[in-house]
């Protein structure tokens, strides 16, 4: 089976950094997603980690520490339209990602 | 910019009712999602479909359940008799390849069961 934790809410100032955190236990490992899901709205993909190590992408960064099962999403210089939820998800032996319950960040002036 | 498309929006149906959810991939993609997400919780999976055969499926996906490419560009769901706990957000998604680095979700469908 598989576990996936993280918090479920989190809130942070416009143009702050934050850093969302995801613990996982798997039954083997074939990359994480983080995913941000607004109301009402579809997932939509932000990044993808299978090595250990930050992906940069813009405003986002990803971390992996497949060692550790621990992944954590970096959001910097944040914006209002950041308000949303953030899915951590897992790719254990199979290819089917396995979503976290999703933390909601929100973000105030 | 191609992106996966859902019929219809949300869907209203009684208990014991049959309902197909539709879906338009991306046209270059060849492996298929659905997933359901019920308010308030997170996303599950609940089938994957490749070269016209179901690849994998969930607990969720009973025998109530079963998909179909009925042709090169439609794949749906079909729900056969809706329960109430059914109501959720149904998402259909792709992907070029099944290792691939994401899937591309569709806006969904919201079905609500009476």
């Known amino acids: 089976g598989q576990n996936i934790d993280q918090p479920t809410e989190m809130t942070a100032t416009e143009g702050a950094i934050v850093q969302i955190n995801c613990t996982y236990q798997?039954?083997?490992?074939?990359?994480l997603f983080w995913y941000q899901q607004h109301a009402g709205e579809a997932p939509t993909f932000l990044s993808y980690n299978v090595l250990d190590g930050l992906e940069e992408k813009g405003r986002f960064s990803s971390f992996l520490s497949r060692s550790k099962g621990y992944s954590y999403l970096l959001l910097k210089e944040l914006q209002m339209k950041d308000s949303a939820s953030y899915l951590c998800a897992v790719r254990g032996g199979s290819y089917i990602p396995t979503f976290g319950r999703g933390t909601s960040l929100i973000v105030h002036p | 910019e191609p992106e996966v498309t859902q019929t219809p929006s949300h869907q209203v149906t009684q208990m014991g009712q049959e309902v197909i959810l539709r879906c338009v991939p991306i046209s270059n993609h060849l492996y298929f999602y659905w997933y359901r997400q019920i308010l308030g919780q997170k996303v599950e999976f609940l089938v994957s479909?490749?070269?016209?055969?179901?690849?994998?499926k969930s607990e969720i996906f009973d025998d109530q359940f079963s998909v179909e490419r009925p042709d090169g560009s439609n794949f749906t769901l079909k729900i056969r008799s809706t329960k109430l706990e059914d109501s959720a957000m149904y998402f259909c998604?792709?992907?070029?390849?099944?290792?691939?680095?994401?899937?591309?979700f569709g806006p969904g469908t919201r079905l609500t069961v009476t």
């Open positions: 798997t039954s083997g490992f074939n990359g």
């Open positions: 998604a792709s992907s070029e390849s099944q290792g691939g680095r994401e899937q591309y």
């Open positions: 479909f490749y070269n016209n055969e179901i690849s994998e």
